[in-house]
Nanobody, 121 residues
């Protein structure tokens, strides 16, 4: 089994910054992809930023130039640096990962529990 634990959310003023972290643990053999999603009240969950092994990061148009996704493979940790935050960035942010586990040996998709980000003055 794999667990994803996010941290770093909170309340920040417009124009401010936050850094989210997501640590993956468990019977991990390799991680193919780790992504950040978000879900605002009354809206569908949307992909914010994605990182896939061997590919360049990808971003939603609404966050491009303001958010940066990065990964520390040695620590199985995903980050999201969020700058110039806007009220419309307010949402619960979720970590998602495509992981190959051992015992059983197979691919699985996993989600974290989410961390709240609120941008408000």
């Amino acid at each position: 089994q794999v667990q994803l634990v996010e941290s770093g959310g909170g309340l920040v003023q417009p124009g401010g910054s936050l850094r989210l972290s997501c640590v993956a643990s468990g019977t991990i053999s390799s991680i193919k992809a780790m992504d950040w999603y978000r879900q605002a009240p009354g809206k569908q969950r949307e992909l914010v930023a994605a990182t896939t092994t061997g590919s360049s990061p990808a971003y939603a148009a609404s966050v491009k130039g303001r958010f940066t996704i990065s990964r520390d493979n040695a620590k199985n940790t995903l980050y999201l640096q969020m700058n110039s935050l806007k009220p419309e960035d307010t949402a619960v942010y979720y970590c998602n990962a495509l992981v190959y586990t051992v015992a059983p040996d197979n691919w699985g998709e996993y989600w974290g529990q989410g961390t709240q980000v609120t941008v408000s003055s």
